[in-house]
């Protein structure tokens, strides 16, 4: 599918329900957002129990010459006060093109801010098969006991919620207990050359085994080797991503 030029987009697009903040004029867009395309990629997340493609992770690109990954694409968004509209334009592209599997969606904790997630026509509410925020592990806490309703109401309707980039940074497992996600992406930073480390194995299939014991299933992320599959899969990891299995990449890429 073609991308979408967010300018246009936003021309276009119904502002968040009464009370919330408007969106921006064109001119107030950075150029990052306005001089490219957006689109979106996806990457198979594998069940490792049936040996099958599960879900996918849409994760965003653009063409605009000064584009320097999702992360920089967020903070832009955000000094601009768009991040929320942002965030509905990549949902609206992830949606499109992939209506025939669960979707695994990256949420910036400040898209909670602006409205644009709880309305009723998001595509989230929209989609066929189950779809899961991403909620990274690298912000505080203290951040979603803000947006506490939001979720709560998000989550009423069906939408599950996935804890990403588990083990990453300073690791916050109350994020676990607190937030009752639905699956648990362990970063990368713990799958890195398991087979090498016994410790590790031993910390990871105990890691597993607390996810579920707290209702969660884990998704082991970054799989470079076949060694590391091997030994996620020993570990008793439910699902598997990396280059390894696929790259993201578009249309939906099969294994
Ligand atoms: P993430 O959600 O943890 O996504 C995984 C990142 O790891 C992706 O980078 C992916 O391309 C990369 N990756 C996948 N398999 C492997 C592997 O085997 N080895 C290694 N080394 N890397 C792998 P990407 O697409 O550059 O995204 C970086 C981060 O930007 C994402 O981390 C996510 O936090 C954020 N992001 C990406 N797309 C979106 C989006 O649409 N919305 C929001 N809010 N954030 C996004
Ligand atoms: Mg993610
Ligand atoms: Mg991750």
Same mark, same amino acid.
């Given at each position: 599918?073609?991308?979408?030029?967010?300018?246009?987009?936003?021309?276009r697009?119904?502002?968040?329900?009464?009370?919330? !903040?408007?969106?921006?004029?064109?001119?107030?867009?950075?150029?990052?957002?306005?001089?490219?395309?957006?689109? *979106?990629?996806?990457?198979?997340i594998?069940?490792?129990? !049936?040996?099958?493609?599960?879900?996918?992770?849409?994760? *965003?690109?653009? &063409? $605009?010459?000064?584009?320097?990954?999702?992360?920089?694409?967020?903070?832009?968004?955000?000094?601009?006060?768009?991040?929320?509209?942002?965030?509905?334009?990549? !949902?609206?592209?992830?949606?499109?093109?992939?209506?025939?599997?669960p979707?695994?969606?990256?949420?910036?904790?400040?898209?909670? &801010?602006?409205?644009?997630?709880?309305?009723?026509?998001?595509?989230?509410?929209?989609? =066929?098969?189950? *779809?899961?925020?991403?909620?990274?592990?690298?912000?505080?806490? @203290?951040?979603?006991?803000?947006?506490?309703?939001?979720?709560?109401e998000?989550? @009423?309707?069906?939408?599950?919620?996935?804890?990403?980039d588990?083990?990453?940074? =300073?690791?916050?497992?109350? =994020?676990?207990? &607190?937030?009752?996600?639905?699956?648990?992406?362990?970063?990368?930073?713990?799958?890195a050359?398991?087979?090498?480390?016994?410790?590790?194995?031993?910390?990871?299939r105990?890691?597993?085994?607390?996810?579920?014991?707290?209702? $969660?299933?884990?998704v082991?992320?970054?799989?470079?080797?076949?060694e590391?599959?091997?030994?996620?899969?020993? $570990?008793?990891?439910?699902?598997?991503?990396?280059?390894?299995?696929?790259?993201? @990449?578009?249309?939906?890429?099969?294994?």
């Open positions: 599918m073609a991308g979408q030029n967010f300018v246009d987009w936003l021309a697009a119904q502002p968040p329900r009464p009370g919330f !903040r408007a969106t921006r004029s064109p001119s107030q867009i950075p150029r990052v957002l306005s001089s490219g395309d957006l689109r *979106v990629v996806y990457q198979p594998v069940d490792l129990r !049936r040996d099958r493609i599960y879900a996918y992770e849409a994760l *965003v690109r653009s &063409d $605009a010459p000064d584009y320097q990954g999702p992360p920089a694409l967020f903070e832009t968004a955000i000094r601009a006060e768009v991040c929320g509209a942002l965030g509905r334009v990549v !949902r609206e592209l992830a949606t499109l093109s992939c209506p025939d599997y979707l695994f969606l990256n949420i910036h904790p400040n898209e909670f &801010d602006e409205g644009w997630l709880v309305q009723p026509d998001d595509p989230i509410f929209l989609h =066929y098969h189950p *779809v899961y925020l991403e909620i990274t592990e690298s912000v505080p806490l @203290s951040h979603f006991a803000l947006c506490h309703s939001a979720l709560r998000i989550r @009423s309707k069906g939408v599950l919620l996935a804890v990403d588990l083990g990453a940074g =300073y690791s916050n497992l109350k =994020y676990i207990a &607190d937030l009752s996600p639905e699956v648990v992406k362990l970063d990368r930073s713990l799958v050359r398991l087979q090498h480390d016994a410790r590790m194995q031993l910390l990871l105990h890691l597993v085994r607390l996810c579920e014991e707290l209702g $969660a299933r884990v082991a992320e970054g799989i470079e080797t076949a590391e599959l091997a030994a996620v899969r020993a $570990a008793g990891a439910h699902y598997g991503q990396g280059y390894f299995l696929a790259r993201p @990449s578009f249309p939906p890429p099969m294994i």
